[in-house]
């Protein structure tokens, strides 16, 4: 293959080769007619033999070399996005993707930063394991690749229609061999109701839930469930419903740009962690809360200092649970649990008081 691919004289598409010599004239008339198919099906996807079909084709030749060719002359032009998963071919108009599809959220976006991974304790690494953020390291788990996978869903992603492309979800969804952008399809475990999704490799979320997550009003902190449909491209997203009863939560607030937390009775119609469940009513007041906080680029320390000070006000103890924490951290920046609990261990300002409870010393 190495070969192959050092030689200029060969084409090569989804792992296909040809000579450049034989390859078919595609043109600007034919690219043009190809971006109009794409346009009229909402920017797709569509199968290369569905554009070939609909631009009139090629000329005369084998089917099979027209979808060749035109395959690696939309690979080549900027307008279009091969969207398919592994050994299939779909494209999309990359003007008509979503707008989080093409570039990450800011809520989603991660910096790493750098901490000594050796100092978790083994029950730290334990409770980082069970969160599965998709940007903690961790190795892949064993076992077959059509299990449900559950997960807790946590501020941004509820914020930004999305679930974390995590270690066990990535087991789940479509790949792709080069494609960044793969198009499925989400299916409401609840009603049946099919919704266009992006799996988004680079940012590791998946986009297109809002909608979804909207209509059956999740919280943050809901158990939600993945698995993969009978049906090829289909993708069941599901949560643990029952009929809305009053509950306590943890509200959000936000004025001046300061964060609280009080609790407050909401109806809630879905099983959740009550260590992470969050509510928010102004979320504009929280967008610009997480801006302003992007900002200023505090320290994480200092953003848990904050934190700690406000959630442990709710509390006899004065405690927060490191789950706690991290739900309530991630409203604010997008952070993995490891940096998290290593900024605990680290600081003197922060005292371990047993069972991932902290509080502030002094």
């Known amino acids: 293959e190495d070969r192959l691919e050092s030689n200029s004289d060969l084409v090569s598409v989804a792992r296909k080769w040809f000579l450049r010599s034989l390859m078919l004239e595609v043109n600007d ?46 690979n080549n032009d900027i307008r279009f996005d091969e969207v398919g998963p592994v050994d299939k071919v779909l494209w999309f108009l990359k003007r008509l993707e979503p707008a989080e599809v093409l570039t990450p959220p800011s809520m989603l976006r991660y910096t790493p930063s750098t901490y000594e991974e050796g100092l978790l304790t083994p029950e730290m690494l334990a409770l980082e394991a069970e969160i599965d953020d998709e940007w903690s390291n961790l190795k892949a788990p064993k076992g077959i690749a059509h299990e449900e996978v559950q997960l807790v869903l946590i501020y941004p992603h509820r914020r930004m229609g999305t679930l974390p492309l ?49 209509k059956h009003k999740l919280p943050v902190g809901a158990y939600v469930t993945v698995q993969r449909s009978e049906e090829p491209g289909k993708i069941i997203v599901n949560f643990l419903a029952h009929r809305p009863r009053t509950e306590w939560v943890r509200l959000l607030n936000v004025k001046d740009n300061q964060i609280s937390f009080e609790d407050q009775k909401r109806a809630i119609g879905a099983e ?14 929280v967008d610009t809360l997480h801006q302003v906080t992007q900002s200023q680029r505090k320290s994480l320390s200092a953003l848990l200092r904050m934190l700690i000070a406000e959630l442990s006000r709710a509390t006899p103890q004065n405690t927060v649970h490191a789950k706690t924490l991290y739900s309530a951290l991630n409203v604010v920046r997008r952070c993995p649990p490891g940096p998290l609990f290593a900024a605990l261990l680290t600081n003197p300002d922060f005292e371990h008081v047993g069972n991932h409870y902290w509080k502030l010393s002094g």
Do not use: S
């Open 166 to 214: 995590n270690n066990r979800l990535r087991r789940i969804f479509p790949t792709a061999r080069r494609t960044d952008r793969v198009w499925v399809t989400l299916v409401d475990g609840q009603d049946g109701e099919e919704y266009p999704g992006w799996v988004v490799r680079e940012g590791r979320y998946v986009f297109g839930l809002t909608k979804l997550y909207r």
């Open 29 to 74: 008339g034919h690219l043009n007619l190809a971006e109009a198919v794409l346009d009229l099906a909402a920017g797709g996807p569509l199968a290369t033999a569905e554009i070939l079909e609909q631009i009139g084709g090629l000329g005369g030749e084998p089917e099979v070399l027209q979808e060749f060719c035109l395959n690696d002359a939309l």
């Open 272 to 285: 959740y962690d009550e260590l992470m469940i969050l509510g928010a009513d102004d979320i504009t007041a």
